[in-house]
Each structure stands twice: as C-alpha cells, then as structure tokens.
C-alpha cells in the first residue's frame, strides 16, 4: 500500500521528531462514557509526548459546532506544519484543504451503518460530516480490526487505515476484587448492564433474557448504569419489578455496584469495542455479550456468547454456564483476556509514536493495518 508510505504533512521524506498537534476535545462534556474516555486516556497530552498538544475544547453544542466547521479550519490553514487529531466526533468538511496532516480515529461505523438507531442531531450533522471524512482523510485509525473491516467499507482504498486498539485502564478501580460476587443457586443473579439508554444498546433484549432467566427458575435482577440519551424506551415508563435504573454512576460507586454483581451483559446491536465488557474484566466480572465478530475479537474465550433475539435460547446458556462452574472459572479469564488486550494495544501505541515521529514504516507489518481487498 502506497499510503502506508506517506508522510502525514504530504511531504517526501522525515518528519521532524517534535510536532504541533491540534486535539480535537470539542465532544468532551460533563458525563464520560466510551468515547470520551478512549479520548481522554488514548490520547492524553503525556501519551503523546513529546509533540506539543494543543487542545481545542468547547463550551457548548454551538461552540463545538463552530470549532469543527470553521474554527480547526483556519488553524489548518495558518499553522501548515501541524497535525489535527480527531478522537471523537468527525471533522467538518473544510478540514479537507490539509487532509494529509489530520488524523481520524474512528469507534464504530453505526452512523453510517443504523441511522435508525441515531438522534435527530447525529442524522443531520454528524452522519454526513463522517461520511465525508471517511472519503477525503487518508490517515485513518480503529480500534479494534472488526471496525476497520466496516471502515473499509466506506473509506477512499488509498487510506490506510490503521489499528490503533486503546489500552483499557481499571477505570472502576476493580482490580483488588476477588473476582465476581459469590453465588449459589437459588440466590438471586445480579445481571450488570452499562451503557447510555438509546436504540442501539438495545436494552429491551437485555430484559428480555433477565425475564427468560426468570422464567428457567433462576431469580434474577437486572442493574442499569447509564443516563437516558434519546429514542422512545417503553421499558422506563413500565419498568418491570426485577429492573434497578442506576443513572449515570460516578467511577467509585460503579465499582461499588460492580462488586456486588455476578455478571456484565450486553446485548448491543452494533459496537466498534465495547469498552465497558473489558473495563469489567479487571474485577474478573463474567462477561456475556451477542455472538457478533467484534466480541468474538475483543473477548475471545473468556465470555459467553449469546443470540440476544433468542432469549429463552440464551438464558438456558446462562443457566448451563453457571451449572458447568464457569461462572466461578471467569475471574481468571476475564483478566487474562484484559492483559492479552492491554499487550495487543501497547504494541499499536508503539506503532503510533513511531508515525507521529515521522517514521515511514511505522505501519508497513500487514498485522498493524487493515488492508484493501487485494492488497499484498
């Protein structure tokens, strides 16, 4: 691939080993969740270190809006040697005249990929500025090979697009836990589920396995951690009695709530990572996620894999799981599976520095890209 060759300012030759980078924080507001959190400790100013970063925040939808559309424009166009980093939301259109100096790091194609599950402001300004960008950045970054795969799905074929899986620190602070809460059968199983409440996290399947788990004899309850975002959730207005709404959690009472429960699970309908399954696995929580390639790449054999649409189907696993010890088994290889991830991600981070130091082989190994169709 040539673009594996290309130096970021669109210049022939070395970088210099010093950089200006602009680091697009604009999306940062008060709650963090995924997204923010892979921008705030990915590419945090001591991760990029040495370059010198110049974060662009904003204090409101208006000023993130004119920050990405005219303001990181201009910059581009007065300070020529500098890079422009986006971790969160896309680039404006604009930020296409250096195309060659920014870099995208993409979480997941659902704003291309199910419009149906988006809000009203996603479908009119961030859809089509991603889906431009995805055609005119040429240096382009995923987090995880599942997402590359669908990057390249709507990419230019010249792009590289390049793994760049984030470290997963003990956010929760769970690490000291002896793994899951005890259980016993005939106990109650406490279900965690962790994520903003909108269409695509799905939660109706995630109630309907705790009600199929019910239903097989095995009492269960259901924690929800997540503020409510947008889309019509009918579960809120008649929640069920074994449903327990947590809100958005701050990191210490997560972990608190985490230490009492038996398993994570998730039954998204579309996720680039799936942060939080592996943020749990450093208290040795038992994840259950959908039988999807991306968990099957980010957790391996360390979860249970699930048809979230067969309920009935996916409690009994559940219910095999626990009767076959598994449950009990998880601790070790849920941190297992976290460590293999943190090496993988370390190994990317490495890759990276090289590139911003204007190395222009950082990224010539097929395993650290996502290669076109045909490519050698």
Not at 96 to 101: E, G, H, N
Not at 133 to 148: H, I, K, M, Y
Request: hydrophobic residues 45%.
């Amino acid at each position: 691939m040539t673009a594996g060759r290309d130096d970021p300012t669109g210049r022939v030759g070395s970088a210099p080993a010093r950089r200006r980078i602009y680091l697009d924080q604009t999306h940062l507001r008060a709650h963090v969740t995924g997204i923010e959190r892979v921008t705030l400790d990915l590419f945090a100013p001591d991760r990029l270190a040495p370059h010198a970063v110049r974060p662009v925040r904003a204090a409101s939808l208006p000023g993130m809006i004119a920050a990405q559309q005219l303001g990181l424009p201009a910059r581009a166009l007065m300070d020529r040697d500098a890079l422009f980093l986006f971790p969160g939301f896309p680039p404006g259109p604009l930020c296409a005249v250096a195309a060659s100096r920014c870099l995208l790091y993409v979480h997941d194609t659902f704003l291309l990929t199910r419009k149906e599950d988006l809000s009203l402001r996603s479908r009119i300004y961030m859809s089509p500025s991603f889906a431009l960008a995805l055609r005119w950045c040429p240096n382009l970054f995923v987090n995880s090979r599942t997402t590359g795969l669908d990057v390249r799905a709507h990419c230019a074929r010249r792009a590289r697009v390049a793994l760049l899986r984030p470290p997963v620190r003990d956010a929760f602070g769970l690490d000291d836990l002896p793994g899951p809460a005890a259980y016993a059968p005939g106990r109650t199983l406490r279900i965690l589920a962790i994520g903003t409440i909108e269409p695509r996290k799905n939660y109706p399947a995630t109630l309907a396995l705790t009600a199929a788990l019910i239903r097989a004899g095995i009492p269960a309850e259901l924690h929800l951690v997540g503020r409510v975002g947008w889309g019509q959730h009918a579960f809120l207005e008649t929640p069920p009695p074994f449903l327990h709404r947590h809100g958005y959690l701050a990191d210490a009472e997560l972990r608190a709530l985490a230490g009492s429960c038996h398993l994570l699970v998730s039954t998204s309908k579309a996720e680039g990572l799936g942060l939080p399954l592996l943020e749990v696995q450093h208290g040795g929580l038992p994840v259950v996620a959908p039988d999807e390639p991306v968990f099957r790449e980010v957790l391996g054999p360390s979860a249970l894999l699930i048809r979230p649409e067969t309920p009935d189907d996916a409690a009994q696993a559940i219910a095999a799981w626990i009767r076959d010890g598994d449950l009990a088994r998880a601790a070790g290889m849920s941190r297992a599976n976290v460590a293999r991830w943190n090496a993988t991600a370390a190994e990317d981070g490495l890759r990276f520095q090289r590139f911003l130091a204007g190395d222009l082989t950082a990224y010539d190994a097929l395993e650290s890209i996502v290669a076109s169709e045909g490519d050698a």
